[in-house]
């Protein structure tokens, strides 16, 4: 695991800073926040997941879940703004697409 680490940093510190949220910070901890941040996302939603199935089984009503299903919908779309992050990063670290040359006649 620490050779694959040390060989993550050693290609991250070729791009060493990127943007997340308007914050710079180096690569690797953009990647390890974003990924920390994503699992701890699902572990969260799947906890409320699993509590929703019990809602039928409590016999509770609308009114009853709707604070909690207003809940999991935030944690859903903070997955959505987890993965849309993650997806910024992958974007700055993409090295540029090569310039097309124009052959000579």
């Not at 953009?30 to 920390?36: F, G, Q, V, Y």
């Not at 572990?43 to 999991?72: A, P, Q, V």
Request: with cysteine; proline share 2%; aromatic share 4%.
């Amino acid at each position: 695991m620490s050779e694959h680490k040390d060989e993550l940093d050693s290609v991250c510190s070729n791009f060493s800073m990127v943007s997340v949220g308007g914050d710079e910070m180096t690569c690797e901890e953009a990647i390890d926040e974003s990924i920390k941040a994503t699992q701890q996302g699902l572990n969260n939603l799947h906890i409320s997941m699993r509590n929703m199935l019990c809602w039928d089984e409590r016999g509770l009503s609308y009114d009853e879940t709707k604070d909690d299903y207003d809940k999991l919908y935030a944690i859903i779309a903070e997955l959505m703004d987890l993965v849309k992050t993650a997806k910024s990063i992958v974007k700055q670290v993409q090295p540029r697409k090569p310039r097309a040359t124009t052959k000579a006649k």
